[in-house]
């Protein structure tokens, strides 16, 4: 069965800093694998995906993701924070045996100004 | 656009109660989910429609949950003889056909706090 890991529950980062938000996952056919973001008092977005092609995906808010097949992890990326940046960040993966997605337990960045 | 929307967006109810959790997914979406997002934990999948046909029930935690889904459209997610661990919050989403590689879009969840 699927599963994914999010080994840090909390991120806290200086503005404008670099941050990496791990995700590891276990699945033994094909994924597509997604990162989701929760705003304070908001729902859950589509912040990117990998599906296929190139291994690294970007969103438009300067975040990016790159598949690392090896190493099963699909780290969450940004060269410099902003403090709008803060929010909980959801790694989940799918493939072609279930139709839902499957969640890691969220991490929370935390951009301290 | 109109997104998934839910109702109530906020439900308490004593222990023992039935509950009914709305959502209304995004027009034209054929595959609607229910998810469950509890204090500490991840988001646990309970239940996958496509059209107004569900199959896969696998994450329901117990015979009190059920759901349904008319129209092809609304769904309703019934909580019967609720408990305090059903305390969480309860998450739709809706898609366009259903399965992998779908985008998934979230309606804002609805918080039931039981009693």
């Known amino acids: 069965a699927q599963s994914v890991t999010q080994l840090d529950s909390q991120v806290p980062v200086f503005e404008e800093a670099p941050v990496e938000l791990r995700c590891n996952y276990s699945?033994?056919?094909?994924?597509?694998l997604f990162w989701y973001v929760q705003y304070p008092n908001q729902g859950l977005q589509l912040l990117l995906k990998y599906l296929s092609g190139s291994t690294l995906v970007e969103s438009i808010n300067g975040f990016e993701a790159e598949f690392n097949k090896s190493q099963t992890s699909f780290h969450l990326r940004k060269p410099s924070v902003h403090i709008s940046d803060t929010a909980e960040y959801f790694c989940?993966?799918?493939?072609?045996?279930?139709?839902?997605?499957?969640f890691g337990t969220g991490t929370r960045l935390t951009v301290i100004p | 656009g109109a997104g998934v929307s839910q109702s109530p967006s906020n439900k308490v109810t004593e222990k023992g109660k039935d509950v009914e959790l709305r959502c209304d997914p995004i027009s034209g979406h054929t595959a609607l989910y229910w998810y469950r997002q509890s204090l500490g934990q991840g988001l646990e999948f309970l239940i996958y429609?496509?059209?107004?046909?569900?199959?896969?029930k696998s994450g329901l935690p117990s015979d009190r949950f059920s759901a349904e889904r008319t129209g092809g459209s609304v769904s309703t997610l019934t909580i019967q003889r609720t408990q305090q661990e059903d305390s969480a919050v309860y998450l739709c989403?809706?898609?366009?056909?259903?399965?992998?590689?779908?985008?998934?879009?979230f309606g804002p969840g609805t918080r039931l706090t039981v009693l």
């Open positions: 429609f496509q059209g107004n046909s569900a199959p896969d």
């Open positions: 989940a993966v799918s493939d072609n045996r279930a139709n839902n997605l499957f």
């Open positions: 699945s033994s056919v094909s994924v597509y």
């Open positions: 989403a809706s898609s366009f056909s259903g399965g992998p590689p779908d985008t998934q879009y």
